[in-house]
Nanobody, 120 residues
Framework: QVQLVESGGGLVQTGGSLTLSCAAS????????MGWYRQAPGKQRDMVAT???????NYLDSVKDRFTISRDNAKKLVYLQMNRLKPEDTAVYYC??????????????WGQGTQVTVSS
């Protein structure tokens, strides 16, 4: 079994900061690309930031220079540091990980999501 658990969401004022964490656990041979996605009510789920196992990052244009993704491979953690938050950043944020199991199988896994609300 593989589990992703997010934490760190909450309510913050415009201009504030939050750091999201996602911990992967279970039968994991290798963590490949890990990332953060978000979904606002009535909207599609969008990629916010991803990082490959080699450290290559990709960001949604609207969060570049405000959000930073990082990971600790030894601890199986991925973080999203969010600065200068705006009301339009309000959404449920999901962690996603591309994981190779000891069996050699490879799949994408999702966390349960954590709410981020930015008040104006």
């Amino acid at each position: 079994q593989v589990q992703l658990v997010e934490s760190g969401g909450g309510l913050v004022q415009t201009g504030g900061s939050l750091t999201l964490s996602c911990a992967a656990s279970g039968s994991i041979f290798r963590l490949n690309t890990m990332g953060w996605y978000r979904q606002a009510p009535g909207k599609q789920r969008d990629m916010v930031a991803t990082m490959t196992s080699g450290g290559v990052t990709n960001y949604l244009d609207s969060v570049k220079d405000r959000f930073t993704i990082s990971r600790d491979n030894a601890k199986k953690l991925v973080y999203l540091q969010m600065n200068r938050l705006k009301p339009e950043d309000t959404a449920v944020y999901y962690c996603k990980a591309d994981i190779t199991r000891p069996s050699g199988s490879r799949s994408n896994y999702w966390g349960q999501g954590t709410q981020v609300t930015v008040s104006s």
